[in-house]
């Protein structure tokens, strides 16, 4: 829940984590997520406009995530804006929530303006796109099967590292080297990607490896599949910038927390001689301010959910 100025300063932004919630059953599960946002959002409204030092009466609208998401979690705070606009007087826009990602980054350099090329990279979605203006995408790529986020996370439970699996195989990864344990490259043609055929990868790696792993190996092992899923990323962002040159590129959602993909793409963006924007990591991870940013710039009317929407 955040409360934006301009659609580029934030007065507020709070998150009310479900990580501990999910944590025992090694994932989300979606009914008890529907039921957290229904007992939490309520409460995080009032503080939002305490931190803010705002009153309702001073906002312009509402904005609030119509899709993609969980169905239930989505309903409900649909809902719930719609209520809270109603009580205020205001306008509710439904903004999607992939949009939300690349305006992380106009909330974190407020020079930037699009055209700009951007990664989105989450746990559902691993795309690059093309905004060419303010609520204007083009997909030019995505990936075939699974995303990178969940490619991580399927990983880190084949490590036996904890929920949420993507920021724990970063940490391990730090530790590890990953040219001990190489793992092949997804590579196809254009600019699609493939995660699937390196998950498969490492787990037949892990069954000719044996139990009770050396902890040194699980660390190589993680640096490994980190590599290749960041290089992979990073092979196709170059193509698509080589393609389409652009002065700006963003790359954005969940995994642009990861450490060595903000590293890496430093290098890959400066070398191709544009400006790279990686917003800081509460940023890249779902946060309400990203949504009221992209609600400023691009107020779409529609409040439908869609569970799948694209972009
Ligand atoms: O954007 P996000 O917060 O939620 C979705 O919209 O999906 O992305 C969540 C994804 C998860 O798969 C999580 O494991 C991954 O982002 N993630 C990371 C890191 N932090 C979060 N993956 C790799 N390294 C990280 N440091
Ligand atoms: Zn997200």
């Given amino acids: 829940m955040a409360v934006v100025e301009d659609g580029r300063r934030q007065l507020a932004n709070l998150i009310h984590s479900q990580v501990a919630l999910h944590e025992e059953f090694g994932g989300v599960v979606p009914e008890v997520a529907a039921r957290a946002h229904l007992e939490k959002l309520p409460g995080l409204v009032t503080a939002a406009l305490a931190e803010a030092g705002v009153t309702a009466g001073q906002l312009d609208r509402v904005g609030v995530t119509r899709g993609p998401g969980l169905v239930g979690c989505l309903l409900i705070g649909v809902g719930m804006a719609r209520g809270l606009a109603a009580g205020w007087g205001k306008p509710v826009v439904g903004v999607n929530h992939l949009w939300g990602h690349v305006y992380a980054a106009l909330l974190t350099e407020p020079s930037l303006e699009p055209p700009l090329l951007a990664l989105v990279v989450s746990g559902a979605h691993s795309d690059l796109v093309w905004m060419a203006g303010h609520g204007r995408f083009e997909v030019l790529g995505r990936t075939r099967d699974d995303a990178a986020g969940e490619a991580f ?21 730090r530790t590890g080297d990953a040219r001990r344990q190489r793992l092949p490259r997804p590579s196809l043609p254009g600019l699609e990607y493939s995660f699937s055929g390196l998950k498969t990868a490492l787990r037949y790696r892990l069954r000719d490896l044996g139990e009770s792993l050396p902890e040194q190996t699980r660390a190589d092992l993680a640096a490994a599949f980190e590599a290749s899923v960041v290089e992979s990323l990073l092979e196709k962002l170059g193509l698509a910038l080589a393609g389409r040159p652009a002065a700006e590129v963003v790359v954005c959602g969940g995994v642009a927390a990861n450490t060595l993909l903000r590293r890496r793409a430093a290098e890959v963006v400066a070398a191709a001689g544009a400006r790279l924007t990686i917003p800081p990591l509460v940023l890249c991870t779902d946060n309400g301010a990203m949504i009221a940013a992209a609600a400023h710039h691009a107020p779409q009317a529609d409040l439908e959910v869609d569970p799948g929407l694209g972009w």
């Fill in 153 to 173: 996370d399927k990983a880190a439970r084949m490590l036996g590292l904890g929920y949420p699996g993507g920021p724990a195989l970063d940490r391990l990864a």
